[in-house]
């Protein structure tokens, strides 16, 4: 039994270090590839379908990339969790923005802002977090919109702006292919 149990493991390990090792991981209909330097995480809450970790550079803190998705008509639309997203932060003057593109077929709305995030679940108590930045991104699908959602601070979030928007944007056109 000891034997089949040793095989058994050196079969079964080399298989889940290859998954976790991935970069590449579906939420909802879009697949998403991860870079190289982002973190894949385990999810912290049962409602979120992966987890990533954005490292600082130059000593700053790292960032939480999230991900969600409910299925069709679950959620909530899109305006009300922009806006619930927004309300989240103090925002520094016109620096809250929602902006939505067409990307290859595929309706995705940004989501940004600045200033001090009110982390902590909705209703519960929160703890503020001076010099936050919000990005997120809202794909929307026949099988139900995926929620995006980096969180951190301002210097780190502002460093990965352009890999989200390149990993987000790179999601919605390969869902029509």
Same mark, same amino acid.
């Given at each position: 039994? &000891? %034997?089949?149990?040793v095989?058994l493991?050196a079969? @079964?390990?080399?298989? +889940?270090?290859?998954?976790? /090792?991935s970069?590449?991981?579906?939420?909802?209909? $879009?697949? $998403?590839e991860?870079p190289?330097?982002w973190?894949s995480?385990?999810v912290?809450s049962?409602?979120?379908k992966?987890? @990533? &970790?954005?490292?600082g =550079? /130059?000593?700053a803190?790292?960032? /939480?990339?999230?991900?969600?998705h409910f299925g069709?008509g #679950?959620?909530? /639309?899109v305006? +009300?969790n922009?806006? %619930?997203? @927004?309300?989240?932060f =103090? +925002?520094d003057?016109?620096?809250s923005k929602?902006?939505t593109?067409e990307?290859?077929?595929?309706k995705?709305t940004?989501? +940004?802002?600045?200033?001090t $995030? #009110?982390?902590?679940m909705p209703g519960?108590p929160t703890?503020a977090m001076p010099d936050?930045q919000?990005?997120g991104?809202i @794909?929307?699908?026949?099988?139900?919109?995926? $929620?995006a =959602?980096l969180t951190?601070? =301002?210097a780190?979030?502002?460093?990965?702006q352009? &890999?989200?928007?390149?990993?987000?944007?790179?999601?919605?056109?390969?869902?029509k &292919?």
């Amino acid at each position: 039994m &000891k %034997r089949v149990l040793v095989a058994l493991a050196a079969i @079964l390990i080399p298989l +889940s270090t290859q998954a976790q /090792d991935s970069t590449s991981f579906k939420v909802g209909t $879009f697949t $998403f590839e991860r870079p190289a330097e982002w973190e894949s995480i385990p999810v912290s809450s049962p409602m979120r379908k992966a987890q @990533l &970790k954005i490292p600082g =550079k /130059d000593g700053a803190a790292s960032a /939480d990339l999230t991900f969600f998705h409910f299925g069709a008509g #679950q959620g909530g /639309d899109v305006q +009300s969790n922009a806006q %619930r997203w @927004l309300a989240q932060f =103090k +925002s520094d003057e016109g620096a809250s923005k929602v902006e939505t593109k067409e990307i290859e077929g595929t309706k995705v709305t940004f989501v +940004s802002t600045t200033g001090t $995030f #009110q982390s902590g679940m909705p209703g519960g108590p929160t703890t503020a977090m001076p010099d936050y930045q919000l990005l997120g991104a809202i @794909l929307e699908s026949p099988e139900g919109a995926v $929620f995006a =959602k980096l969180t951190g601070p =301002k210097a780190t979030v502002t460093a990965a702006q352009p &890999k989200f928007l390149e990993f987000i944007n790179a999601a919605a056109a390969g869902s029509k &292919k």
